[in-house]
């Protein structure tokens, strides 16, 4: 695809919620940044329904921005909550739940939490890591069922569904290197295999994001690969560090591409069926080449 029929993909079609460049901000649909505030780096990051906006600050905290003042209005420290105090804590992933409950993902005790409002500890999840490092325990983390969650280990390279509070382990899927070597880095040029995003479909497979191996891929619980995008299949578009996916009502897919570089999308939205591209996202100049996370404000996807 010629660069001109890229700027056409990203004719007006999504407002988005996103970080980068020390910014969180919402793009119009026109493309236009009708709100911002400084901000510093996430991995994570929800609207709520009222409006207001769950995000990562700093290494180990989660908080909720109200989006008319843009002040703090709840705020966890998992650093120094619930016995953590002293030891070196990460936070990737979160997600708000029924109730006000916040499901907390935390790196370095290696634990899924669930707390209220008052950040009393409502449940707590081991995980097992193989490669322990608070900073790459997991990335995304989504809790999928009452009683599951669904995990991206990055050390691990390892996709695996828990049962909450046991902790057992009931599937996993070790991301494949597809017969190549592991290549250090962040841009299109590294190679590996340390996965970013997981959902569970309504098929009962897992669409995967695989991270520094520009791809995603369909896996069924039997562990077959059903469907592959892999780095070079959209023309004009080049996958580096894929991050996050989420499922449109349509049943397109719009994909997260950190570390691309200048003149790559930061989102790509993919009709799956034939990997056509549908819109792009491209505000390099904008938010720079670190955008990890971002949500589509005008629809409401599926999953995400």
């Given at each position: 695809?010629?660069?001109?029929?890229?700027?056409?993909?990203?004719?007006?079609?999504?407002?988005?919620l996103?970080q980068?460049?020390?910014?969180?901000?919402i793009?119009?649909?026109?493309g236009?940044?009708?709100w911002?505030m400084p901000?510093?780096a996430?991995?994570?990051?929800?609207a709520?329904?009222?409006g207001?906006?769950?995000v990562?600050?700093?290494?180990?905290?989660v908080?909720?921005?109200?989006?008319e003042t843009k002040e703090v209005?709840?705020?966890?420290?998992a650093?120094?909550a619930?016995?953590n105090a002293?030891e070196?804590v990460?936070?990737?992933?979160f997600?708000?739940l029924?109730g006000g409950?916040?499901m907390?993902?935390?790196?370095?005790?290696?634990?899924?939490?669930?707390?209220?409002?008052?950040g009393?500890?409502?449940?707590?999840?081991?995980l097992?890591v193989?490669?322990p490092?608070p900073h790459?325990?997991?990335?995304l983390v989504r809790?999928?069922a009452?009683?599951?969650?669904?995990?991206?280990?990055?050390?691990?390279?390892?996709?695996?569904?828990?049962e909450?509070v046991?902790?057992d382990?009931?599937w996993?899927y070790d991301?494949?290197?597809f017969?190549?070597e592991?290549?250090?880095g962040?841009?299109?040029a590294s190679f590996?295999?340390?996965?970013?995003?997981a959902?569970r479909?309504?098929?009962g497979?897992?669409?995967?994001?695989?991270?520094?191996g520009?791809?995603?891929?369909?896996?069924?619980?039997?562990k077959e690969?059903?469907?592959?995008?892999?780095?070079?299949d959209l023309?004009g578009?080049r996958?580096?560090?894929?991050t996050?996916?989420?499922?449109?009502?349509n049943?397109?897919?719009v994909?997260g591409?950190?570390h691309a570089?200048?003149?790559?999308?930061?989102?790509?939205?993919?009709?799956p069926?034939?990997?056509?591209?549908?819109w792009?996202?491209?505000?390099?100049?904008?938010?720079?080449?670190s955008?990890p996370?971002?949500?589509l404000?005008d629809?409401?996807?599926?999953?995400?």
């Amino acid at each position: 695809m010629a660069a001109s029929a890229l700027a056409a993909c990203a004719a007006p079609g999504h407002r988005v919620l996103t970080q980068g460049n020390g910014k969180l901000a919402i793009v119009d649909v026109d493309g236009s940044v009708e709100w911002e505030m400084p901000w510093g780096a996430i991995h994570d990051i929800h609207a709520l329904e009222s409006g207001n906006i769950m995000v990562q600050e700093g290494a180990a905290r989660v908080v909720e921005i109200d989006r008319e003042t843009k002040e703090v209005v709840w705020r966890y420290d998992a650093a120094r909550a619930n016995g953590n105090a002293g030891e070196r804590v990460e936070v990737h992933a979160f997600q708000p739940l029924e109730g006000g409950r916040v499901m907390i993902a935390e790196s370095g005790p290696a634990r899924i939490i669930e707390v209220d409002r008052d950040g009393e500890l409502l449940a707590v999840t081991r995980l097992k890591v193989n490669r322990p490092h608070p900073h790459t325990d997991t990335r995304l983390v989504r809790k999928i069922a009452a009683d599951r969650y669904l995990v991206c280990h990055e050390g691990d390279g390892v996709v695996r569904e828990y049962e909450r509070v046991t902790g057992d382990v009931v599937w996993e899927y070790d991301v494949p290197l597809f017969g190549r070597e592991a290549q250090g880095g962040h841009g299109p040029a590294s190679f590996g295999d340390k996965c970013f995003g997981a959902l569970r479909l309504e098929n009962g497979n897992t669409l995967i994001a695989t991270g520094n191996g520009h791809s995603v891929i369909e896996v069924t619980p039997a562990k077959e690969i059903v469907w592959h995008l892999r780095q070079d299949d959209l023309p004009g578009v080049r996958l580096a560090w894929v991050t996050t996916i989420e499922v449109l009502p349509n049943g397109n897919y719009v994909i997260g591409n950190c570390h691309a570089g200048p003149g790559q999308p930061l989102l790509v939205e993919v009709e799956p069926a034939t990997k056509a591209v549908v819109w792009t996202f491209d505000h390099f100049d904008t938010f720079g080449n670190s955008v990890p996370n971002s949500q589509l404000l005008d629809v409401r996807a599926k999953l995400r």
